[in-house]
């Protein structure tokens, strides 16, 4: 029989009964790696990031307030109240969470696992909280623009220079005013 039970994650506005094994948190980034026909994996491609997942494994035996059954069925009310279809969002409070940033997560799994030879239950609980991102302001550099009258004739493009290794070396320059010359004639 336990006689403590654990305040060390409150999920919903609910601490959760039991005592608390371990608390894991991973968080991973989201890489693509494209393979073309003949299976070779060409270069990869992040693409952001995955769904933040908490596993919380809960030793549940029977309290002098709870029997076993009991805290299983307050987790799953927890979860799953009646008229539900869909999982909820739920504030989570706990330290391992909140050096990961997250505040809140949804319900993935619940798994009770009742080891026979020992008289008790251990219990495995699955979250999911959606990726945290940091907060990016853009700011926009301002130019100055110089008001220019606008003028009737066309404007005559300039063309950048190449910066090729093999650039043209040749001088065309009169040869275009012989052309133009002619052209106006």
């Known amino acids: 029989m336990l006689y403590i039970t654990d305040d060390i994650i ?9 005592l608390v094994q371990s608390v894991g948190v991973q968080e991973a980034a989201n890489i693509y790696t494209p393979q073309d026909d003949t299976g070779a994996v060409n270069s990869a491609q992040p693409r952001g990031y995955d769904i933040s997942k908490i596993t919380i494994e809960i030793l549940l035996e029977a309290t002098n307030s709870q029997t076993v059954d009991q805290m299983i069925r307050s987790y799953e009310s927890l979860f799953r109240k009646p008229g539900q279809t869909a999982a909820r969002k739920m504030a989570v409070v706990n330290a391992d969470c909140a050096a990961h940033g997250i505040t809140s997560a949804y319900f993935k799994s619940f798994e009770t696992k009742n080891v026979i030879s020992e008289s008790k239950v251990t219990a495995t609980l699955e979250l999911w909280s959606p990726p945290v991102f940091v907060a990016v302001k853009v700011v926009k550099k301002s130019t100055k623009k110089t008001s220019k009258k606008k003028s009737s004739k066309k404007k005559k493009t300039k063309k950048k220079k190449s910066k090729s290794a093999a650039k043209d070396k040749r001088k065309t320059g009169k040869s275009k005013k012989n052309a133009k010359k002619i052209t106006k004639k």
């Not at 409150?10 to 039991?18: A, D, E, R, S």
């Open 10 to 18: 409150k999920l919903g506005g609910v601490m959760l009964p039991g």
